[in-house]
Each structure stands twice: as C-alpha cells, then as structure tokens.
C-alpha cells in the first residue's frame, strides 16, 4: 500500500511569488491533514479536510494560505504571495474514518515539502 | 489549552549509550500519547503510542510510558545505535486537536 505523497520535495522561491503544494493521501482515507514546521519548532496543525470538506481550518495562518481538495482525494495547498516566514517544512497526513475501521488517533504522514521564501 | 513540550537537543550518544529524551504535556481531556521518528530525508513515521495511563508503548527497542501523575511520556532506549539517529518529536492528541514537541535531534556516533 502507498503511504502519503507529497510533491515537490523541496521548493525554493522569492518573496511575492506563488507556491503550489501538493498532498496525495493514502487511498480510501477520508481525513487529510496540513501541518507545518517551522524553524526548527514545534509542528502545527493548519487544517483537517474530511473528504473534500473543511472540516477545522483553524490553523491557517492568514489569508496568503489557500487549501484545497477537490474530489476529495489529492489536497493542494496554495501560498500567495508568499512571505520569507512562510520557510518551513510543510507535512500532510492522513487516516482513515471510523467507520471504516481506522483508530480515532492514527495519522499516516508524508515526507514533507521543504520551502525556502528568499 | 493542549500542549506538549520535550528536551531541547541536540543530543549526541555513543553507539550502545542509553537514551531518554523528556516529554511533557498539558492537556484539558484525556489524550492519547505519541512518539514519532523523523529519519533523515524520510517523512515522520509513527515509533510508538501509549492510549491510556499507565499504558507502556514500545517499538524497537524505544520504551515510553505513559504518566498521568507528572503528564509525561519519556522516552527510552537502553543501547542506542547509529541507525537511530533521527528527529524524535512528543505529540498528543486530544478529541482531535493533535499537538506536537518542537522535536530533539538525536545523532549516534560510533
């Protein structure tokens, strides 16, 4: 089975200019998850779509910061235009629903997306 | 709120050296407790989870347990290896509000 994916790998663009993530959860999970790190600091939570819906995007920094699910598969996360503290590591997860068997607190991870805003 | 908070790195050991690195939380309900793994160039990989206190979580050779009393969750390894060497990161989660440590770099050197 394929874990989460996340492209590209690593990102490096100016200030003011726009920046596309991209998650692909693992197949038949409902919940996607965007989380960022920092610097170096902890990991925080951005937002929690359950299928194409947004379920909690309270961690959303601002308005620069668009996420997106159509279909309720791959998730995109769009930084515009972007700012120098928006450098980090951009990690996405997923799991499965309840009701499909998965545990209330199993989150598959990505590999994350490395960004440098210069 | 909820929040988690682990010992500051770097932390640097000698293969076959014993391992504890500190997690401490705060939490309004009754989380559920987790170390995750980090290897280099690798995305954060699940290393173990402890549900309930009292509850143990173990997984190569890595040990934690889960204290309500002092709300920590350290973890343990009795003889390190080179392969060990990754990002360790405490986390929580709390009616699904996931919180993580600010991560410990752990370099093993032979």
């Known amino acids: 089975e394929a874990g989460v994916t996340q492209f590209p790998s690593h990102s490096v663009i100016e200030k003011g200019q726009t920046v596309t993530l991209r998650c692909d959860p693992i197949?038949?999970?409902?919940?996607l998850y965007w989380y960022r790190r920092v610097m170096g600091k902890e990991i925080k939570f951005l937002l929690h779509?359950?299928?194409?819906?947004?379920?909690?995007e309270s961690g959303m920094p601002n308005n620069r910061f668009l996420a997106e699910r159509t279909g309720g598969t791959y998730s995109t996360l769009k930084v515009q235009p972007a700012e120098l503290e928006d450098s980090g590591v951009y990690f996405c997860?997923?799991?499965?629903?309840?009701?499909?068997?998965?545990?209330?607190?199993?989150?598959?991870f990505g590999p994350g997306t490395r960004l440098t805003v210069l | 709120g909820n929040s988690v908070t682990q010992m500051e790195g770097p932390v640097t050991l000698s293969e076959e050296a014993f391992l504890t690195i500190n997690c401490t939380y705060t939490?309004?309900?009754?989380?559920?407790l987790f170390w995750y793994v980090q290897y280099p160039g690798e995305g954060l990989q699940l290393l173990l989870k402890?549900?309930?206190?009292?509850d143990k979580g173990s997984n190569k050779g890595f040990e934690a347990t889960y204290r309500k009393e002092t709300t920590s969750f350290h973890l343990e390894k009795g003889s390190v290896q080179v392969s060990d060497s990754a990002v360790y990161f405490c986390?929580?989660?709390?009616?699904?509000?996931?919180?993580f440590g600010a991560g410990t770099r752990l370099t093993v050197k032979p």
């Open positions: 997860a997923s799991s499965q629903d309840l009701a499909f068997g998965g545990t209330p607190d199993t989150q598959y």
């Open positions: 197949s038949g999970h409902d919940n």
């Open positions: 779509f359950v299928k194409e819906s947004k379920q909690d």
């Open positions: 939490a309004t309900g009754y989380p559920s």
């Open positions: 402890a549900t309930k206190a009292d």
């Open positions: 986390a929580l989660i709390d009616v699904g509000d996931m919180r």
